[in-house]
């Protein structure tokens, strides 16, 4: 169904496609997009055919944080289904994050808030030379705790400390230097360059690889247990629905700048 937020493919010889599809919103998410993805990978985790999985965007952009106009929406949602719908967003970061296959992101255009969350949650990232970043969310008065532990492990706290307080937007090249991609590929090389690491991914024996990642991240303390997931979940729609998330959301609905930055 092409009309779904999320496409999902499996070619044969088992590379996964989940291709974010919202290109006229630049793919941000709501909570349709964020239950797709999580039923898509869970879907994906149980098929024996899948070995690897790479995560695209369509469009012009991969993926540019949460849909403002969505966040303003949840904002009013009573407290038991805001905490549901910050949750939404960190259990999709830990299925991408524990996801027993090799895992692949391709940046291109705008990658913002939870887009870079979707990059620190994936073993491999390629970015294209004009693929541009930030942690913007305290622009608009909200919190990015469903996605502050997986920015840490990728990106060490120093830089994680840097972006997600200023909010500052930066490059593909500083992405890189700061390793939240692993590689910047010119556009008319990434999809070979792409191939060519999938090529050697299949060499792997499945299991191996699956141990393998699951030991790291238990190892380092990246498995995120049920405690860890509310409370992360709690600190996102507390700060959403206090009165500078929602003036932060509804200075940006209106296009002025919010009251602390007047």
């Not at 966040?71 to 960190?90: K, V």
């Not at 991914?201 to 247990?225: E, I, M």
Request: glycine share 8%.
């Amino acid at each position: 169904m092409t009309d779904s937020p999320v496409l999902l493919d499996v070619d044969a010889r088992g590379v996964a496609t989940a291709t974010l599809n919202r290109p006229a919103r630049g793919n941000a998410y709501d909570e349709d997009l964020l239950h797709a993805l999580i039923e898509g990978l869970r879907r994906l985790r149980d098929d024996p055919s899948a070995r690897a999985l790479v995560v695209r965007g369509a469009g012009k952009h991969f993926q540019a944080g949460a849909d403002l106009d969505w966040l303003a929406r949840a904002a009013e949602y009573p407290p038991d289904r805001a905490f549901r719908a910050s949750l939404a967003t960190t259990t999709a970061m830990q299925e991408l994050n524990e996801f027993p296959r090799p895992t692949f992101a391709v940046v291109h255009g705008a990658c913002f808030g939870g887009g870079c969350g979707l990059v620190c949650c994936v073993d491999v990232a390629l970015a294209t030379p004009r693929a541009l970043f930030g942690l913007t969310e305290v622009r608009v008065g909200v919190a990015p705790t469903p996605i502050s532990t997986h920015m840490v492990h990728a990106m060490g706290l120093r830089h994680t400390r840097r972006y997600a307080l200023t909010g500052e937007r930066f490059g593909a090249e500083e992405a890189l230097r700061i390793g939240l991609v692993h590689e910047v590929v010119p556009e008319d090389r990434v999809e070979a360059r792409l191939a060519g690491i999938l090529d050697e991914t299949l060499l792997s024996a499945p299991g191996a690889v699956a141990v393998t990642k699951d030991s790291f991240l238990g190892a380092t303390g990246l498995k995120l247990d049920a405690r860890q997931m509310a409370l992360l979940a709690h600190e996102s729609w507390m700060q959403r629905a206090s009165d500078e998330g929602r003036e932060g959301l509804e200075a940006f609905r209106q296009k002025r700048r919010p009251a602390w930055a007047s």
